[in-house]
Nanobody, 127 residues
Framework: QLQLVESGGGLVQPGGSLRLSCAGS????????IGWFRQAPGKEREGISC??????????RYADSVKGRFTISRDNTKNTVYLQMSSLKFEDTAVYSC??????????????????WGQGTQVIVSS
C-alpha cells in the first residue's frame, strides 16, 4: 500500500523559507495526484496545494492563502513531492500533511477522496 512521510518542518522567522517533502513508498507517486494540507490549532484542515499525476496535462492548484508564496513540485526519481514555502507568515503556522488522490486535484478544498495520509510535520512561524 502507498505510504507517505512528510519532513522538513521546523521553526522559522516571518519572511523565511522552508521546503517540505512528502516521500512515498509502496507505489510510484507519479500515478497519484498529491495534495498538501495544513491544520492550525483550533482551525479546520485547509487544502493548500495539489499537483496532478505526472504525464500530459499535469496541473497545479494553490489556495489563495498561499498563492505566489508556495510552490509544489515533484521528483519522480526520488518518489517525492515538495512544497517550497517562502515569505512565511505567522498564520502559516500549522501541521502540514500530504495525501494522495487516485484521480486529480478537484477535491483539494474538501479533501474528498484523498488517502494515505502522512503523520504530518509541524511548521512554526515565530519571531
Amino acid at each position: 500500500q502507498l505510504q507517505l512521510v512528510e519532513s522538513g518542518g521546523g521553526l522559522v522567522q516571518p519572511g523565511g523559507s522552508l521546503r517540505l517533502s512528502c516521500a512515498g513508498s509502496g507505489f510510484p507517486l507519479e500515478n497519484f495526484a498529491i495534495g498538501w494540507f495544513r491544520q492550525a490549532p483550533g482551525k479546520e484542515r485547509e487544502g493548500i496545494s495539489c499537483i496532478t499525476k505526472s504525464g500530459s496535462g499535469s496541473s497545479i492548484r494553490y489556495a489563495d492563502s498561499v498563492k505566489g508564496r508556495f510552490t509544489i513540485s515533484r521528483d519522480n526519481t526520488k518518489n517525492t513531492v515538495y512544497l517550497q514555502m517562502s515569505s512565511l507568515k505567522f498564520e502559516d503556522t500549522a501541521v502540514y500533511s500530504c495525501a494522495a488522490h487516485p484521480s486529480g486535484c478537484s477535491y483539494l478544498k474538501g479533501a474528498s477522496g484523498f488517502g494515505s495520509w502522512g503523520q504530518g510535520t509541524q511548521v512554526i512561524v515565530s519571531s
